[in-house]
């Protein structure tokens, strides 16, 4: 299992990707919201650019399984609008294709989901509610159901 990790040619290609000086970094922090450090719990979805895309690591601190999900304009380095191939870089397999969020269920305790997100081009039309930023979405009445 070692020699697969340090070898997983996909995530050498992130760790030699050439977009310098920028590196991965919290975009939700998961058991403290507020960002207090906590060593038992540390952050949990992180993300930044790479030359093919945006990486998104998501770390389940927790002793037991768990449901890791988060809208996709969380991370500064996704642009609303737009709908995102995703490739889960442990596996190698193509996961589909990411509109406005992702979710992953069962990630086991202690356990690392490892994705590259590219451009598929625009959202579908006709989406609802149709805003493309989480935190700015409202309903027609008004109430807010993002953030």
């Known amino acids: 299992d ?16 050439p977009v310098v000086g920028t590196s991965i970094s919290p975009f939700r922090w998961g058991f403290n919201p507020d960002w207090t450090s906590d060593s038992l719990h540390p952050a949990q979805y992180w993300s930044g650019p790479t030359q093919d895309g945006v990486v998104f690591m998501l770390l389940n601190v927790a002793d037991s399984p768990a449901t890791l999900s988060f809208n996709l304009t969380e991370s500064p380095w996704i642009r609303a609008g737009r709908q995102y191939s995703v490739r889960d870089l442990w596996s190698h397999t193509d996961e589909g294709i990411a509109v406005r969020s992702f979710s992953r269920d069962d990630v086991p305790p202690h ?11 625009d959202e579908p039309d006709a989406l609802m509610p149709q805003c493309a930023v989480w935190y700015q979405c409202v309903t027609q009445d008004g109430i807010h159901v993002g953030g």
């Open 111 to 121: 356990g690392v989901v490892a994705l590259l997100l590219k451009d598929a081009g």
């Open 2 to 17: 070692v020699v697969d990790i340090l070898t997983n040619s996909e995530i050498l290609a992130i760790n030699q990707d």
